[in-house]
């Protein structure tokens, strides 16, 4: 049976024959919000010196031992008879494990009143976009599950106009509305290139009338010209589009 204990930080290690090189910026942020309450066991195995190597939790392991605070570790202590049967751990542990979709991290975060996450959900609801929990139900027009995505946009534009742009898109009956299009509709919106000349209602009007079809257009402009598919997404709609007449 494994054994959980307090062990020395100091006297485990990860061996490099298996484990993955450490990922600076992840050790980074999880010294930065160091929590036993989410920090969880490592799982160790022992070695002929007293020692330990760690078959999973090695950003954590790091980020303890950079921490000036912390001593001791919990691990759970399972046996392997040689490097061979330490690697398999790994793979087993790994091999099996889920990471956490942007999606479901969303839906946590709304769960724990994140307020990042509460403007995401105020900002696509008056915008009409819809976050569905279980998207493998199929989508509908307006659902939206780039999360990313729509936290960037309110990063660079501010809650009010991220709004304006995701409204564009939910009124044009995507289904689902991707981070291309959400890029291309806020490029288009806003890039010098374009001289406002577009309107959203007529950018709405546009991407109901290409019916899909957009899509296909974009890749290869966007093939084409070496660009992004969500800059050749903005180009193909503008062709299309209505432009506002300048002013004499």
């Known amino acids: 049976m494994p054994v959980l204990d307090w062990l020395d930080k100091a006297l485990i290690e990860a061996d490099p024959l ?20 989410s920090f969880g066991a ?32 919990p691990a759970v202590i399972v046996k392997a008879e040689d490097v061979q049967s330490e690697a398999s751990i790994f ?3 790994n091999a099996s494990r889920k990471n956490v979709s942007a999606l479901e991290l969303f839906f946590a975060k709304l769960a724990a009143d994140d ?25 509908r027009p307006g659902d939206c599950i780039a999360i990313a995505a729509i936290q960037s946009l309110i990063g660079r534009r501010g809650a009010m106009r991220a709004r304006q742009y995701l409204e564009i898109l939910a009124k044009a009956d995507l289904a689902p509305i991707t981070a291309t299009h959400i890029k291309a509709a806020e490029y288009l919106m806003t890039d010098m290139e374009f001289g406002g000349a577009v309107e959203g209602v007529d950018l709405t009007a546009t991407i109901l009338a290409m019916n899909g079809s957009a899509e296909t257009e974009a890749k290869r402009f966007a093939a084409t ?10 180009s193909t709609w503008f062709q299309r589009c209505r432009k506002r007449r300048k002013a004499a």
């Open 18 to 37: 298996y484990q993955r090189p450490l990922d600076d910026g992840r050790v980074d942020a999880i010294l930065k919000a160091f929590s036993w309450r």
């Open 115 to 139: 307020e990042d996450a509460e403007t995401i959900r105020q900002v696509c609801q008056r915008a009409g976009v819809r976050i569905p929990k279980y998207p493998s139900a199929g989508f």
């Open 225 to 234: 010209h070496g660009c992004p598919v969500w800059k050749g997404l903005a």
């Open 42 to 73: 490592l799982v160790v195995v022992p070695q002929k010196d007293g020692r330990f190597h760690a078959t999973d939790g090695q950003h954590r392991l790091e980020a303890a031992k950079r921490h000036p605070m912390v001593t001791y570790v």
């Open 91 to 93: 793979v087993e542990i």
